[in-house]
């Protein structure tokens, strides 16, 4: 009977880990996509010989950034570069003859985790970070970690998808890792 109750909580255990799910082939073909604004990027948005319009932006709650003169301006989803198109052809009707307008990332939206974390919570996001790194910047794992993959969710182009990651692979800004319990 117990050789019986063990086979069971062994059973249930690698049912547990199959339960895991593969990352999304997204996951993979944004690592070569161009960076798309979101929520928290804060901007250096830069209009060249025009000091009064040049300066930091945060990307707000509904996506947008703004400036002065045009108001708010869509950033969510787009590039650095399609951000600094629309703001200048915006200028460009009725403020300025020729605006050169440059866009760069400033600081990255933060990345959360959350699970089997010693210090669970919300992270600033740095160029390079992988799942292993973010995991040793929330202070490591638990004793009751699972230690071989990683949940990560993530949105991309509006749709929510969530995989289960190997330590070694990248985290994005926003990316929301889920370090699950091992069952024993």
């Known amino acids: 009977m117990l050789r019986r109750t063990f086979l ?11 339960t895991m799910t593969a990352p999304p082939s997204a996951f993979e073909n944004q690592l070569i996509e161009p960076y ?25 709650q509904s996506g947008h950034v703004s400036l002065p003169l045009i108001g708010s301006v869509g950033a969510r989803g787009r590039t650095t570069q399609e951000l600094a198109g629309t703001i200048a052809g915006a200028l460009k009707r009725g403020f300025l003859r020729d605006p050169d307008v440059s866009v760069e990332v400033d600081a990255y939206r933060p990345f959360f985790i959350m699970g089997e974390v010693r210090a669970p919570g919300q992270y600033v996001f740095v160029t390079g970070l992988t799942v292993q790194t973010a995991v040793a910047i929330a202070g490591g794992f638990t004793p009751r970690a699972f230690e071989d993959l990683v949940q990560i969710t993530r949105q991309l182009n509006g749709e929510v998808l969530t995989g289960s990651v190997p330590l070694t692979d990248p985290v994005r800004p926003g990316d929301v890792l889920t370090v699950r319990q091992r069952l024993f």
């Not at 059973?11 to 547990?16: F, K, R, T």
């Not at 928290?40 to 040049?54: H, K, N, P, Y």
């Open 8 to 18: 069971t909580i062994v059973a249930a255990g690698l049912a547990g880990c199959r």
């Open 36 to 60: 798309r604004l979101d929520s928290g990027d804060r901007l250096r948005i830069t209009v060249f010989e025009q000091a009064s319009l040049t300066n930091t932006y945060t990307v707000d």
